[in-house]
């Protein structure tokens, strides 16, 4: 069989096998172009905070007293911070984990208790730039799904914006953990076929993307190979 037509074989067959993920790898990556990537991530759909003055020093706990109301005799970490609608001393343990700090009010040196599913709602309609309802309220105890990754517990807060938006609220800090859209979830889906993780979505070097990046690049090269031999003919 003369050389152009065995590599013409090569080539089709390794199309025939690769093609799909090829389509895949650039149609995910066409909708990766289309919308602003603050839309996917929700920064968008967010309130722009602005905290009220801080209080004068004379008025604020000492870091010790708030160390020790929260059962923290040497924190790693005492930051001033607006939470919860409220100055508070945020402090964390050595070596905690984020997510895990504790709140302590700045002026009375009172531990926040971990929020409730109230006060999860309206702290999450108060950081939401649209006027919209909310629509369901859950505990998240584990970091999975379209929350992975993320500190943990929290209230996974629902609107009916339009977007599908949920907001992910820390329950100990009232921190935004995530912001969570349809957009996001496409996007998140289309990555997963992007890098061919199908679990984790966040390994680049899994053996399927390895060998689908062989086969890719072993049928453009017997493509060139096909093509320089046809010009050759000519």
């Not at 929260?70 to 402090?91: F, H, N, Q, V, Y």
Request: aromatic share 8%; charged share 20%; glycine share 8%.
């Amino acid at each position: 069989m003369p050389v152009a037509a065995q590599v013409r074989t090569w080539h089709r067959r390794l199309s025939y096998v690769i093609g799909l993920q090829l389509l895949l790898w650039t149609g995910s990556g066409l909708v990766f172009t289309w919308d602003p990537i603050e839309d996917v991530r929700g920064e968008s759909s967010l309130r722009p905070e602005a905290p009220p003055p801080a209080p004068p020093l004379a008025d604020i706990v000492s870091v010790d007293r708030a160390a020790q109301a929260a059962g923290l005799p040497a924190p790693g970490e005492a930051r001033l911070a607006w939470r919860r609608g409220r100055w508070t001393w945020s402090l964390s343990a050595p070596r905690a984990a984020p997510g895990e700090a504790v709140l302590v009010d700045a002026l009375t040196g009172t531990p926040l208790p971990t929020m409730n599913a109230d006060e999860a709602a309206r702290l999450a309609a108060g950081l939401l730039a649209a006027d919209a309802p909310v629509t369901g309220v859950a505990h998240v105890a584990r970091a999975e799904g379209e929350y992975r990754d993320k500190p943990t517990p929290a209230w996974r807060v629902d609107f009916a914006d339009g977007r599908g938006t949920s907001l992910y609220v820390v329950a100990a800090t009232g921190e935004v953990g995530a912001v969570r859209n349809d957009l996001w979830r496409r996007f998140d889906w289309l990555w997963m076929l992007h890098i061919m993780d199908y679990r984790d979505r966040e390994d680049f070097g899994t053996p399927w993307l390895t060998a689908a990046a062989l086969l890719g690049v072993t049928t453009a090269l017997s493509g060139l190979l096909l093509a320089g031999l046809s010009l050759r003919r000519a």
